[in-house]
């Protein structure tokens, strides 16, 4: 039922969490309990359009910007960030996948 789609969801949100803060200069906006399996993030250095755009071509669909709430990251003062969902349907090989592609895009902008 829903208890088992919320504990898959939260697999891959903490796969993808735990995954992300090994690239350097990973940051993670938003890390509350029970929140939905969603991931905000930025990379120093790397605007978040620039990212969002790499990964686009390489097939990962991310959304990059404000995601209509430009006084909150004006209060982080972020230009942005890179927003990856997570659902009943994707997998944790798909977690990896999208993972990989972040590093690969990083590597490529740094």
Known sequence: ???????????LLQQATKKL???????????APDK????SFLVNGIHPYDLGMLLDQMGIAVRTGHH???????????PGTVR??????????????????????VGMLR
């Open 1 to 11: 039922g829903l208890d088992n789609i919320f504990q898959h969801e939260e697999r």
């Open 21 to 31: 803060q090994e690239i350097e200069g990973m940051r993670i906006i938003g890390q």
């Open 36 to 39: 939905a399996a969603v991931v």
């Open 68 to 78: 209509c709430a430009e006084p909150l990251m004006d209060f982080y003062g972020i």
């Open 84 to 105: 990856a969902s997570f659902a009943l349907y994707n997998t944790l090989e798909e977690v990896d996948i999208f993972v990989d592609a972040v590093k690969k895009a």
